[in-house]
Nanobody
Framework: QLQLVESGGGLVQPGGSLRLSCIAS????????IGWFRQAPGEEREGVSA????????TYADSVKGRFTISRDNAKNTVYLQMNSLKSEDSGVYYCAAGDRVVVGTPLPGPYDFDYWGQGTQVTVSI
């Protein structure tokens, strides 16, 4: 069974950091580009970052550039999202998604470009 599982979310104060992980099971992640998305209550799901299957190219939403870093370890079938200098507006449920026909570039690929999704992990940035 193909599955993506996110972890690493939680409650953090503004200015703090979190590292999210996305672990794949049932398939070889090295064949897939990965995207991170987030969704706040009442808002549409928005792209945060994406990375090619080899890790050679990564893109970011303007709102997170310079603060977030996406990376991957294909040997561990895992993709990470390091989030620094967190702001309250970064709060939401974060999802990872995998696709084998995704073009990673500007603009960020959209949700419909991806085939497999995790269940999400909650990130709350608050005092």
């Amino acid at each position: 069974q193909l599955q993506l599982v996110e972890s690493g979310g939680g409650l953090v104060q503004p200015g703090g950091s979190l590292r999210l992980s996305c672990i794949a099971s049932g398939f070889n992640l090295e064949n897939y580009a990965i995207g991170w998305f987030r969704q706040a209550p009442g808002e549409e799901r928005e792209g945060v970052s994406a990375i090619t299957n080899t890790g050679g190219t990564a893109t970011y939403a303007d709102s997170v550039k310079g603060r977030f870093t996406i990376s991957r370890d294909n040997a561990k079938n895992t993709v990470y999202l390091q989030m620094n200098s967190l702001k309250s507006e970064d709060s939401g449920v974060y999802y990872c998604a995998a696709g084998d026909r995704v073009v990673v570039g500007t603009p960020l690929p959209g949700p419909y470009d991806f085939d497999y999704w995790g269940q999400g992990t909650q990130v709350t940035v608050s005092i």
